[in-house]
């Protein structure tokens, strides 16, 4: 490419061609990498150099490859979404206020209140495994507040 125009013509759909070319100077990385990456193997560069070249890791430009070919541009350009919140799981919540709704004691806990080494251990023992700060943010949402 010299001053905006094509030395040579790109093979494939020039619709999509076109929307790629107009990502190659975004300043999101993330969406400029996938662009180039489209492009240039489109132009028969292979994996291994165009993660070199764009300084990514061939599992990354290849995982780019995959969205483009099986969805085309719009998978490919589409932003990344990530799954529900481990804090955001409703059986989870309900396993946390269910035992805050019980006694340590019946548990075999000998205790009177709930301390979060205990809650967690309880929690894991029912298969539910979450991280104290899991456990705190779901009872911080909830509106209720943990007592020392």
């Known amino acids: 490419m010299r001053g905006g125009h ?10 999509a061609i076109a929307r ?4 190659v100077h975004m300043p999101q990385k993330r969406q400029r990498d ?12 292979p994996n291994n150099q165009i993660a ?10 290849r995982r780019y490859l995959r969205a483009y070919h099986q969805g085309g541009v719009e998978q490919l350009l589409a932003p990344e979404t990530r799954g529900e919140r481990k804090a955001e799981q ?6 946390v206020f ?14 009177t209140s709930w301390i979060m080494r205990d809650l967690r251990k309880v ?11 899991i456990v705190s943010q779901i009872i911080r949402n909830a509106g209720w507040k943990w007592k020392n």
């Open 90 to 95: 409703e059986d989870l919540k309900d396993a």
């Open 98 to 111: 269910r035992l805050l709704h019980e006694p340590p004691m019946d548990h075999g806990i000998n205790r």
């Open 6 to 15: 094509l030395l040579q013509p790109i093979p494939g759909d020039p619709e």
């Open 123 to 133: 929690l894991a023992d029912q298969g539910f495994a979450a991280c104290a700060q």
């Open 52 to 61: 070199v070249c764009l300084g990514l890791d061939r599992r990354t430009s």
């Open 34 to 45: 996938r662009a180039i990456t489209a492009l240039a193997h489109e132009q028969g560069f």
């Open 20 to 23: 790629l070319l107009g990502n």
